[in-house]
């Protein structure tokens, strides 16, 4: 039989235990947040140290699309565009500022900083990590990045029905972009309707999903006639 005091000394160690497992747990997590964000960071250095093209500068802005998830930098859709093209492409992120979850880097964000004086087309991608954000929110990110842009030539590319994405929400997604890319006056491309072939996450094309994608887009860039592009 074990004593009051054996008692009272056994239930101590058990809470500085479970303390320490807690605050291990919650440090862990948090660290791998702090690592998770920086490889994503990382790999999006990565793709922009990749300048493709000859010509005006285009200048991308996008998510893991951008980036070409999963596979090489030189496979991502971008390379297909025409112009010397420049890539700010971050994994998760989106219009909205809480899109991603390593904090605000919404696309009107980084165009700040990515854009230069010379820039003759912004192509801007992405929806697919705004599905679960609030309409009110996707539209406040869209038109922050248009006030950022000015009036410089945009195209925005809307989000390919990704089977890892509920089909619903990437069309109320592309409804949404479509509306506000015409309040804007700004060219729009929707890629629902787009067959991409994709990795096994079921989220990310592979090479030829992307290869599909980039001509899709340079098709319509073309197709705008931007000087020089």
Known sequence: ?????????????LAVVLTAAVSLTV??????????????????????ALVTGSGPEVLVIGDSYAVGAGLRPDQSW?????????VDGFSGSGFSAA?????DVSYAVRARSALRPGTALVVVEGGLNDYDQPIA??????DRLMGVLEDRPVLVVGPPPAPERPAGTVRAVDAELARLAAAH????????????????????????GQRVFG???ADRVRALGVPGV
Do not use: K, N
């Not at 929110?137 to 869209?142: M, N, R």
């Open 1 to 13: 039989m074990v004593g009051p005091g054996r008692r009272r000394v056994t239930l101590g160690v």
């Open 27 to 48: 440090w862990a997590r948090a660290g791998a947040r702090g690592d998770h964000c920086g490889a994503v960071r990382e790999r999006a250095d990565a793709r922009a």
């Open 78 to 86: 971008p390379v297909r565009l025409p112009g010397r093209v420049r």
């Open 99 to 103: 899109a991603s979850g390593c904090g």
């Open 137 to 142: 929110a996707l539209a406040a990110g869209f």
């Open 185 to 208: 006056a700004t060219p729009y491309l929707s890629l629902v309707g787009v067959e991409l072939t994709y990795q096994r996450d079921r989220l990310h094309p592979d090479a030829a």
């Open 215 to 217: 001509e899709a887009v």
